[in-house]
Protein backbone atom coordinates (compact mmCIF):
# COMPACT_ATOMS: atom_id res chain seq x y z
CA UNK A 1 0.00 0.00 0.00
CA UNK A 2 1.33 3.29 -0.90
CA UNK A 3 1.71 5.78 1.92
CA UNK A 4 0.96 9.28 1.64
CA UNK A 5 3.64 11.78 1.94
CA UNK A 6 3.36 15.32 3.48
CA UNK A 7 3.28 16.95 0.12
CA UNK A 8 0.28 14.76 -0.64
CA UNK A 9 -1.57 15.53 2.89
CA UNK A 10 -0.95 19.12 2.86
CA UNK A 11 0.55 18.61 6.33
CA UNK A 12 3.56 16.30 8.36
CA UNK A 13 3.35 12.89 8.12
CA UNK A 14 4.49 10.10 10.53
CA UNK A 15 5.28 6.07 10.02
CA UNK A 16 6.15 3.33 11.89
CA UNK A 17 8.44 1.10 9.47
CA UNK A 18 9.17 -2.26 11.58
CA UNK A 19 10.44 -6.02 11.18
CA UNK A 20 13.60 -7.81 9.66
CA UNK A 21 13.08 -7.59 5.87
CA UNK A 22 15.46 -4.98 5.70
CA UNK A 23 15.18 -4.24 1.62
CA UNK A 24 11.11 -4.02 1.21
CA UNK A 25 11.61 -1.59 4.40
CA UNK A 26 14.18 0.92 2.35
CA UNK A 27 12.52 0.32 -0.68
CA UNK A 28 9.55 1.97 1.35
CA UNK A 29 11.56 4.59 2.62
CA UNK A 30 13.50 5.13 -0.44
CA UNK A 31 9.52 5.95 -2.01
CA UNK A 32 8.91 8.48 0.76
CA UNK A 33 12.40 10.02 -0.20
CA UNK A 34 12.28 10.15 -3.71
CA UNK A 35 8.69 11.87 -3.50
CA UNK A 36 9.96 14.99 -1.25
CA UNK A 37 12.63 15.62 -3.71
CA UNK A 38 15.06 18.25 -2.17
CA UNK A 39 14.40 17.52 1.06
CA UNK A 40 16.45 17.84 4.23
CA UNK A 41 17.05 14.09 5.97
CA UNK A 42 18.42 13.49 9.42
CA UNK A 43 19.23 10.18 10.78
CA UNK A 44 18.77 9.98 14.81
CA UNK A 45 19.38 6.82 16.99
CA UNK A 46 17.18 6.19 19.71
CA UNK A 47 18.71 4.89 23.04
CA UNK A 48 21.33 7.02 21.92
CA UNK A 49 20.11 10.54 20.95
CA UNK A 50 17.90 11.60 24.35
CA UNK A 51 14.12 11.82 23.92
CA UNK A 52 14.27 15.68 24.07
CA UNK A 53 16.74 16.33 21.48
CA UNK A 54 14.43 14.03 19.33
CA UNK A 55 11.50 15.98 19.37
CA UNK A 56 13.63 19.57 19.23
CA UNK A 57 14.70 18.35 16.00
CA UNK A 58 11.41 17.54 14.93
CA UNK A 59 9.94 20.38 15.79
CA UNK A 60 12.83 22.66 14.88
CA UNK A 61 11.96 24.71 11.35
CA UNK A 62 14.44 24.55 8.58
CA UNK A 63 14.87 27.86 6.93
CA UNK A 64 16.77 26.17 3.58
CA UNK A 65 14.43 23.43 2.79
CA UNK A 66 10.50 23.15 2.45
CA UNK A 67 10.35 19.55 3.32
CA UNK A 68 12.01 17.48 6.23
CA UNK A 69 12.99 13.40 6.63
CA UNK A 70 13.81 12.17 10.03
CA UNK A 71 14.81 8.89 10.72
CA UNK A 72 14.95 7.24 13.83
CA UNK A 73 16.23 4.01 13.81
CA UNK A 74 16.65 1.47 16.32
CA UNK A 75 13.28 2.48 17.62
CA UNK A 76 12.77 -0.49 20.34
CA UNK A 77 15.34 1.56 22.13
CA UNK A 78 12.30 3.51 23.69
CA UNK A 79 11.52 2.46 26.85
CA UNK A 80 8.61 3.17 29.70
CA UNK A 81 9.86 1.32 32.54
CA UNK A 82 10.47 4.41 34.62
CA UNK A 83 7.59 7.35 34.96
CA UNK A 84 10.04 9.97 33.39
CA UNK A 85 10.62 7.57 29.95
CA UNK A 86 6.29 6.98 30.15
CA UNK A 87 6.29 11.15 30.21
CA UNK A 88 8.90 11.41 27.34
CA UNK A 89 7.56 9.16 25.09
CA UNK A 90 3.74 10.27 25.59
CA UNK A 91 5.53 13.76 24.73
CA UNK A 92 6.99 12.25 21.74
CA UNK A 93 3.59 10.50 20.43
CA UNK A 94 2.09 13.88 21.02
CA UNK A 95 4.75 15.47 18.85
CA UNK A 96 4.21 12.85 15.78
CA UNK A 97 0.78 13.15 15.80
CA UNK A 98 0.86 17.32 15.52
CA UNK A 99 4.02 16.95 12.71
CA UNK A 100 4.55 20.80 10.80
CA UNK A 101 3.93 20.92 7.29
CA UNK A 102 6.67 19.28 5.02
CA UNK A 103 7.90 17.20 8.16
CA UNK A 104 7.81 13.48 7.82
CA UNK A 105 9.26 11.60 10.47
CA UNK A 106 9.85 7.16 10.13
CA UNK A 107 10.61 5.44 13.20
CA UNK A 108 12.33 2.60 12.20
CA UNK A 109 13.25 -0.80 14.01
CA UNK A 110 14.25 -4.20 13.48
CA UNK A 111 12.00 -6.08 16.01
CA UNK A 112 8.38 -6.53 14.81
CA UNK A 113 6.56 -4.21 17.67
CA UNK A 114 8.03 -0.97 19.35
CA UNK A 115 6.63 0.14 23.05
CA UNK A 116 3.25 0.36 23.47
CA UNK A 117 3.61 3.97 24.00
CA UNK A 118 4.12 4.85 20.45
CA UNK A 119 1.90 2.39 19.19
CA UNK A 120 -0.41 4.66 17.97
CA UNK A 121 2.14 7.79 16.92
CA UNK A 122 1.44 6.95 13.58
CA UNK A 123 -1.70 6.86 10.93
CA UNK A 124 -2.81 2.98 10.66
CA UNK A 125 -1.85 2.87 7.00
CA UNK A 126 1.37 4.29 7.52
CA UNK A 127 2.01 1.63 10.14
CA UNK A 128 3.89 -1.39 8.37
CA UNK A 129 5.35 -4.42 9.46
CA UNK A 130 7.96 -5.88 7.24
CA UNK A 131 8.02 -9.09 7.70
CA UNK A 132 11.01 -12.29 6.26
CA UNK A 133 9.42 -13.81 2.96
CA UNK A 134 7.77 -16.93 3.20
CA UNK A 135 9.77 -19.76 1.88
CA UNK A 136 7.62 -19.69 -1.42
CA UNK A 137 8.13 -16.07 -1.77
CA UNK A 138 11.69 -16.19 -1.52
CA UNK A 139 12.09 -18.76 -3.85
CA UNK A 140 9.94 -17.10 -6.26
CA UNK A 141 11.88 -13.94 -5.36
CA UNK A 142 14.95 -15.36 -6.59
CA UNK A 143 13.25 -17.23 -9.82
CA UNK A 144 12.03 -13.58 -10.79
CA UNK A 145 15.31 -11.82 -10.41
CA UNK A 146 17.21 -14.07 -12.26
CA UNK A 147 14.53 -14.08 -15.06
CA UNK A 148 14.68 -10.60 -15.51
CA UNK A 149 18.31 -10.62 -15.90
CA UNK A 150 18.55 -13.50 -18.22
CA UNK A 151 19.23 -16.48 -16.86
CA UNK A 152 17.07 -19.71 -15.60
CA UNK A 153 17.77 -21.06 -12.63
CA UNK A 154 15.86 -24.59 -11.08
CA UNK A 155 15.24 -25.65 -7.92
CA UNK A 156 18.33 -27.13 -6.03
CA UNK A 157 20.26 -23.61 -7.30
CA UNK A 158 17.37 -21.37 -5.49
CA UNK A 159 18.12 -23.71 -2.39
CA UNK A 160 21.72 -23.42 -2.61
CA UNK A 161 21.26 -19.35 -2.95
CA UNK A 162 18.99 -19.13 -0.15
CA UNK A 163 21.59 -21.41 2.18
CA UNK A 164 24.68 -19.08 1.11
CA UNK A 165 23.00 -15.65 1.37
CA UNK A 166 21.19 -13.53 4.11
CA UNK A 167 17.78 -14.38 3.80
CA UNK A 168 16.57 -10.96 3.09
CA UNK A 169 15.72 -8.87 -0.12
CA UNK A 170 18.59 -6.21 0.15
CA UNK A 171 21.47 -8.78 0.69
CA UNK A 172 19.73 -11.48 -1.64
CA UNK A 173 19.45 -8.44 -4.90
CA UNK A 174 23.03 -7.58 -4.14
CA UNK A 175 24.37 -10.89 -4.35
CA UNK A 176 22.38 -12.26 -7.15
CA UNK A 177 23.13 -9.16 -8.92
CA UNK A 178 27.08 -9.89 -8.39
CA UNK A 179 26.40 -13.36 -9.33
CA UNK A 180 24.90 -12.37 -12.90
CA UNK A 181 27.78 -10.01 -14.12
CA UNK A 182 30.30 -12.66 -13.27
CA UNK A 183 28.22 -15.37 -15.01
CA UNK A 184 27.07 -13.31 -17.81
CA UNK A 185 27.86 -14.28 -21.44
CA UNK A 186 26.91 -11.67 -24.15
CA UNK A 187 26.76 -14.28 -26.75
CA UNK A 188 23.64 -16.06 -24.94
CA UNK A 189 20.35 -14.04 -24.55
CA UNK A 190 19.19 -16.71 -21.97
CA UNK A 191 21.60 -19.23 -19.83
CA UNK A 192 20.74 -21.80 -16.95
CA UNK A 193 22.33 -21.13 -14.10
CA UNK A 194 23.38 -24.78 -12.39
CA UNK A 195 23.83 -25.45 -8.45
CA UNK A 196 27.07 -26.00 -8.67
CA UNK A 197 27.80 -23.06 -10.46
CA UNK A 198 26.23 -20.55 -7.39
CA UNK A 199 27.70 -23.06 -4.71
CA UNK A 200 31.45 -22.86 -6.75
CA UNK A 201 31.21 -19.02 -6.99
CA UNK A 202 29.10 -17.85 -3.69
CA UNK A 203 31.13 -19.87 -1.53
CA UNK A 204 33.94 -18.45 -2.79
CA UNK A 205 33.48 -15.10 -3.98
CA UNK A 206 30.49 -13.44 -2.32
CA UNK A 207 30.81 -10.14 -0.09
CA UNK A 208 31.90 -10.60 3.72
CA UNK A 209 29.04 -9.35 5.80
CA UNK A 210 27.29 -9.74 8.65
CA UNK A 211 26.03 -13.49 7.71
CA UNK A 212 29.44 -14.96 6.49
CA UNK A 213 30.83 -13.16 10.01
CA UNK A 214 28.06 -14.79 12.14
CA UNK A 215 29.63 -18.25 10.50
CA UNK A 216 33.13 -18.01 11.64
CA UNK A 217 31.37 -16.70 14.88
CA UNK A 218 28.92 -20.60 15.48
CA UNK A 219 31.97 -22.11 14.41
CA UNK A 220 34.23 -20.43 17.22
CA UNK A 221 37.20 -19.64 14.21
CA UNK A 222 38.51 -16.27 16.07
CA UNK A 223 41.26 -15.74 13.03
CA UNK A 224 39.16 -15.99 10.32
CA UNK A 225 36.32 -14.18 12.38
CA UNK A 226 38.92 -11.24 12.46
CA UNK A 227 40.07 -12.00 8.94
CA UNK A 228 36.14 -11.25 8.29
CA UNK A 229 36.18 -8.41 9.99
CA UNK A 230 39.10 -6.71 8.15
CA UNK A 231 37.52 -7.28 5.21
CA UNK A 232 33.93 -5.83 6.08
CA UNK A 233 36.00 -2.53 7.21
CA UNK A 234 37.45 -2.56 3.99
CA UNK A 235 34.51 -1.90 2.46
CA UNK A 236 33.41 1.19 3.93
CA UNK A 237 34.94 3.61 1.12
CA UNK A 238 32.32 2.18 -0.77
CA UNK A 239 29.42 2.78 2.51
CA UNK A 240 30.16 4.85 5.00
CA UNK A 241 27.32 2.71 7.12
CA UNK A 242 29.00 -1.01 6.64
CA UNK A 243 30.26 -1.32 10.42
CA UNK A 244 26.90 -0.06 11.54
CA UNK A 245 24.93 -2.45 9.13
CA UNK A 246 27.29 -5.36 10.02
CA UNK A 247 26.39 -4.98 13.53
CA UNK A 248 22.73 -4.90 12.47
CA UNK A 249 23.00 -7.80 10.94
CA UNK A 250 24.85 -9.48 13.94
CA UNK A 251 21.95 -8.64 16.08
CA UNK A 252 19.53 -10.45 13.94
CA UNK A 253 21.63 -13.44 13.77
CA UNK A 254 21.72 -13.45 17.56
CA UNK A 255 18.15 -12.60 17.63
CA UNK A 256 17.42 -16.16 15.64
CA UNK A 257 19.53 -17.59 18.02
CA UNK A 258 18.00 -16.82 20.63
CA UNK A 259 14.50 -17.90 18.78
CA UNK A 260 16.30 -21.06 18.16
CA UNK A 261 17.04 -21.49 22.33
CA UNK A 262 13.18 -20.69 22.93
CA UNK A 263 12.32 -23.97 20.60
CA UNK A 264 15.08 -25.85 22.17
CA UNK A 265 13.95 -25.33 25.80
CA UNK A 266 10.03 -26.21 24.30
CA UNK A 267 11.19 -29.29 22.97
CA UNK A 268 9.73 -27.89 19.35
CA UNK A 269 12.84 -28.19 17.39
CA UNK A 270 11.84 -29.31 13.50
CA UNK A 271 12.17 -27.85 10.26
CA UNK A 272 8.37 -26.79 10.44
CA UNK A 273 9.36 -24.11 13.69
CA UNK A 274 12.75 -23.46 12.30
CA UNK A 275 11.45 -21.66 9.10
CA UNK A 276 8.92 -19.71 11.13
CA UNK A 277 12.05 -18.20 12.96
CA UNK A 278 14.30 -17.54 9.37
CA UNK A 279 16.21 -20.80 9.81
CA UNK A 280 14.81 -22.55 6.47
CA UNK A 281 17.96 -24.55 4.96
CA UNK A 282 20.04 -27.67 6.01
CA UNK A 283 23.30 -25.43 5.86
CA UNK A 284 21.65 -22.76 8.57
CA UNK A 285 19.93 -25.33 10.59
CA UNK A 286 23.10 -27.00 11.07
CA UNK A 287 25.19 -23.42 11.48
CA UNK A 288 22.39 -22.62 14.51
CA UNK A 289 22.68 -25.85 16.17
CA UNK A 290 26.77 -25.29 16.10
CA UNK A 291 25.97 -21.85 17.65
CA UNK A 292 23.63 -23.23 20.09
CA UNK A 293 26.49 -25.50 21.30
CA UNK A 294 28.84 -22.28 21.98
CA UNK A 295 26.48 -19.83 23.68
CA UNK A 296 23.33 -21.18 25.72
CA UNK A 297 20.67 -18.83 25.99
CA UNK A 298 22.20 -16.37 28.61
CA UNK A 299 24.75 -16.58 26.51
CA UNK A 300 23.04 -15.35 23.35
CA UNK A 301 21.26 -12.50 25.46
CA UNK A 302 24.13 -11.15 26.79
CA UNK A 303 26.23 -11.33 22.91
CA UNK A 304 22.77 -9.00 22.21
CA UNK A 305 23.50 -7.15 24.92
CA UNK A 306 27.38 -6.50 24.15
CA UNK A 307 26.18 -5.57 20.46
CA UNK A 308 23.59 -2.73 21.38
CA UNK A 309 27.14 -1.45 23.56
CA UNK A 310 28.92 -1.63 20.83
CA UNK A 311 26.60 -0.26 17.99
CA UNK A 312 26.53 3.21 20.68
CA UNK A 313 30.37 2.88 20.81
CA UNK A 314 30.94 3.02 16.83
CA UNK A 315 27.99 5.70 16.45
CA UNK A 316 29.42 8.25 19.34
CA UNK A 317 33.52 7.91 18.95
CA UNK A 318 34.05 8.82 15.36
CA UNK A 319 36.24 6.63 12.93
CA UNK A 320 39.25 6.96 14.94
CA UNK A 321 38.94 4.57 17.14
CA UNK A 322 36.45 1.99 15.07
CA UNK A 323 38.55 -0.69 14.43
CA UNK A 324 39.92 -0.87 18.01
CA UNK A 325 36.05 -1.09 19.25
CA UNK A 326 35.26 -3.65 16.84
CA UNK A 327 38.32 -5.79 17.77
CA UNK A 328 37.20 -5.47 21.06
CA UNK A 329 33.34 -6.10 20.38
CA UNK A 330 34.79 -9.29 18.72
CA UNK A 331 36.89 -10.49 21.59
CA UNK A 332 33.84 -10.01 24.40
CA UNK A 333 32.26 -12.67 22.07
CA UNK A 334 34.17 -15.02 21.89
CA UNK A 335 34.33 -14.88 25.68
CA UNK A 336 30.83 -15.00 26.56
CA UNK A 337 31.08 -18.64 24.40
CA UNK A 338 30.54 -21.34 26.68
Given at each position: MASPTPEAQGKGAAYIFLGPELGKKQGAINEIRRKMQGC???????????????????????????TRLLLIKNAEAFKVQTIKEKTEVALLASCL????????????????????????????DNRRIFYELFENEK????????????????????????????????????ECLRLTQFLKKPDEKVQ??????????????REESAFTLFSR?????????????????????FNERTPQITMAGITSCFRKLRAYHTL?????????????????????????????????????????????????LLRSMGNALESVLIDTWLIKIYDLAA
Open positions: EETVLYAGETPISQIIFEIQNQNLFASHELNEGTAVILISDEIRITAGLDDAAPKNEWVRNFFGQQGFTIDDEGIETVLELVENNTEALSRAIRADDMEKWLSHNIAAGDFPKALDSLAAILAEKKAESGRIDNFELKKIGISFPRARDEYAMAARRYNAQAAEACLAVTAEYEL
